[in-house]
């Protein structure tokens, strides 16, 4: 005897699984590396070196003297890095909605470029100066934004992993969790203020100038995201401040005297 399928009930949950779907999605993913960035920020400060004396590197090689096998684990790590997305993006369907509710689709391309484009600029631009500031105070690590070898594939590689930041961070904090929380009712601030301080605690692990940067950028993410309800903007803009960043690095290295 042959039964029909139930359709799936496609609602916004209650405010409890609201919670809980919250916690597990940050467990799997930037909750735990938040995790992990308090007990290197812990290891840093009780190092017998200052913190400026420190490297936080960003993009490390995952297999010294063996470039395929590091490209490999460079690729891999990428891939499992912006899995929690695919998470979020079911999540949503579940629900009744998509990404296309928080603004991640290619509906306004050209608009959603230049809004990028420029944010990136003025986010790029003042964060280069707070870091060098907070560097020379010493209350931050030397952040060294990549340390790949000199192949072919390093380029390209640096660019996937700024695009996967850009994915992942905006995505899950400035699109999924503001929306979230705002289906709890919570209030835009109040929102914003959590969005923020999550997405300065990932960055622990830089120090406490990598705290505050991000909390800073956070809360002007967090911000427009709220006045043009779309994610895309910040996960161009993210996307290229990292790509300037770690391309900049491996061409800029050792060729500059004021970078670290």
Do not use: C
């Not at 840093?44 to 960003?58: C, E, F, H, I, N």
């Not at 809004?115 to 952040?143: E, Q």
Request: glycine fraction near 10%; hydrophobic fraction near 50%; charged fraction near 15%.
């Amino acid at each position: 005897m042959h039964t029909q399928p139930r359709e799936l009930d496609m609602t916004v949950p209650g405010p409890r699984l609201l919670r809980a779907e919250i916690l597990v999605v940050f467990s799997v993913s930037l909750g735990a590396s938040a995790l992990y960035a308090l007990v290197r920020l812990i290891g840093a400060l009780t190092a017998p070196r200052s913190l400026q004396g420190q490297q936080a590197v960003l993009v490390p090689s995952r297999a010294p003297d063996r470039p395929w096998l590091d490209l490999a684990l460079q690729l891999t790590d990428i891939a499992v890095s912006v899995a929690p997305v695919a998470l979020v993006a079911y999540l949503l369907v579940r629900s009744g909605e998509s990404l296309r509710t928080i603004g991640v689709d290619g509906r306004e391309p050209g608009r959603d470029l230049l809004r990028g484009a420029g944010l990136a600029a003025l986010i790029g631009g003042t964060g280069l100066a707070f870091y060098l500031a907070v560097w020379a105070a010493g209350v931050n690590l030397t952040v060294v934004p990549g340390a790949l070898p000199d192949v072919w594939w390093r380029i390209p590689v640096l660019l996937l992993a700024a695009a996967q930041n850009g994915v992942l961070e905006e995505v899950l904090v400035a699109g999924y969790l503001l929306h979230r929380l705002g289906q709890l009712g919570w209030s835009p601030w109040r929102s914003l203020v959590v969005s923020s301080l999550v997405r300065g605690s990932y960055h622990l692990y830089q120090g406490f100038g990598g705290f505050v940067g991000n909390v800073v950028m956070g809360l002007v993410f967090g911000w427009l995201y709220h006045r043009w309800r779309r994610a895309m903007p910040l996960v161009i803009a993210h996307t290229l401040i990292d790509a300037v960043a770690f391309v900049g690095y491996a061409l800029l290295r050792g060729k500059v005297s004021w970078l670290p």
